[in-house]
């Protein structure tokens, strides 16, 4: 394997940002933010839409969820003239 061209793999914070979950594991992807966990150490933390903790498939329930306005982008593109 060659040196020097892979991503630095280590231990990241990912926090759901509708039910505020936060769990860690593994990720090559990096933030300027950090957040003290609870072995007080200071992680990367990686903020997203959608987890295990949020997912309709994984909760049951249902949800909406759209916060880049892409059924408003849609409907304009496409609306019947």
Known sequence: ???GIHP?????IFQDLQTDFKFMTKSTMTSKETIKWEDGNE????????TS???PFYTGKKIFVDTAGRVEKFNRRYKKK
Do not use: A, N
């Not at 992680?43 to 959608?50: F, R, S, T």
């Open 1 to 3: 394997m060659k040196k």
């Open 8 to 12: 630095e793999y280590r231990e990241v």
């Open 43 to 50: 992680y990367p933390l990686i903020k997203v839409e959608v």
């Open 53 to 55: 903790d949020s997912h």
